[in-house]
């Protein structure tokens, strides 16, 4: 079963997101971070980025690697994943924007109907996490609907790197993002497989909010099945979910993920 902390509210989970991150990259310098947009990781981010500046840490030789990206936008668009990132990690962080990489940055813009190009994208993404030495800590947000990544419900828990087409909810869910407009939300992207994803050494999932309760029982409980993408994790060695009570509210075993974090060592970190 993967680590469940409950904390008091986002500022909270990412000051444990920070830490653990920032120690990983002074033992590290090299280190390769998975990262995820969205709204949930930016608390993590910005609590990382304060960690990194007051404690002069050099991230000169972080790497990363982004979980996905819309197809059909341009790498200059701001809702673009490339921009997003660059924007909400990269620049604040301090890091090295050549070694930052997106999946779209291999579609160069590219539009669904550009087949052979975004056919041979994904595999190419997933050897270059691999040739990195993979992920040693990804971030991880949750849709509604158990989705992580642009992984949907019916996804294969063994997929790789590969084009997808959005479920109507993540489309409306992101709408906020594009004006309120659904219209404007593209209907493809290319993400990061499950089982690229399972990849990582150490998954760190973040939900917030009483709308994200049922998916995080799901993931948590529930069993492990492509009804909730998300629940894969419970197959990790080292899942950590960091959730708020809200999140947590339709968790059955709440009194004990507390209790084992209040006596858990200092020594072990998350």
Known sequence: MAEVIIVNNQEEAGQIYARCVADLIKE????????????????????????????NIDVSKVRGFALDEYIGLPLTHPQSYHATIHRTVVEPLGLNPELVHVP????????????????????????????????????????????????????SLASGTR????????????????????????????TQGIGTILKARHLVLLAFGKGKAEAVAETVEGGVSAFCPASALQLHPHATIIVDAA?????????????????KPAWQGI
């Open 28 to 55: 590290k310098p090299e280190a390769v971070l998975g990262l995820a947009t969205g709204s949930s990781p930016l608390a993590a981010y910005e609590a990382l980025a304060g960690i990194v500046h007051d404690e």
């Open 104 to 155: 779209g940055d291999m579609l160069n813009g590219a539009g669904i109907e550009n087949g052979e190009k975004i056919a041979l994208a994904g595999p190419a993404y997933d050897r270059s996490i691999a040739a990195a030495g993979g992920v040693d800590v990804q971030i991880l947000g949750i849709g509604t609907d158990g989705h992580v990544g642009f992984n949907e419900p019916g996804s």
């Open 163 to 190: 084009i997808k087409t959005l479920a109507e909810q993540t489309r409306i869910d992101n709408a906020r993002f594009f004006d309120d407009d659904v219209n404007n939300v593209p209907t493809h992207c290319i």
């Open 247 to 263: 999140a947590a509210s339709r968790l059955r075993h709440t009194d004990y993920y507390r209790y084992a974090y209040e006596h």
